[in-house]
């Protein structure tokens, strides 16, 4: 059984940057999807950025691109957000989440519907 626990989240001031942590436990190999998501009221939820942490290029939704970089360190089973120049728009709650997969990579995990598990989300608030 996959867990995940994300991290990192706070709140900063635009411009800012944080990094948030997915710590996951259960990876039974890395053939797996693990992405990012977020949700604010109102809204709906969104993809971020997504990997394969069996390798090949990640993912980033252009609403990010540019700001936020995804990354992996599968010897800690850990994926990254690293979030940078923080926009007020970017206040959201975000959510790890990660999906078994034979094959795979970002964009085919971006694409992914039914995420299996998921994390509690960590908030973040961006002020103006």
């Known amino acids: 059984q996959v867990q995940l626990e994300e991290s990192g989240g706070g709140s900063v001031q635009a411009g800012g940057s944080l990094r948030l942590s997915c710590q996951g436990s259960g990876y039974t190999d890395n053939k797996y999807c693990v992405g990012w998501y977020r949700q604010t009221p109102g809204k709906e939820r969104e993809g971020v950025a997504f990997?394969?942490?069996?390798?090949?290029?990640?993912h980033v939704y252009d609403s990010v691109k540019g700001r936020f970089t995804i990354s992996r360190d599968n010897v800690k089973n850990t994926v990254f957000l690293q979030m940078n120049s923080l926009k007020p728009d970017d206040t959201a709650m975000y959510y790890c989440a990660a999906e078994g997969a034979p094959i795979g990579s970002g964009i085919t995990c971006a694409l992914r519907s039914g995420y299996s598990y998921w994390g509690q989300g960590t908030q973040v608030t961006v002020s103006s």
């Open positions: 990997l394969y942490l069996d390798g090949g290029r990640p």
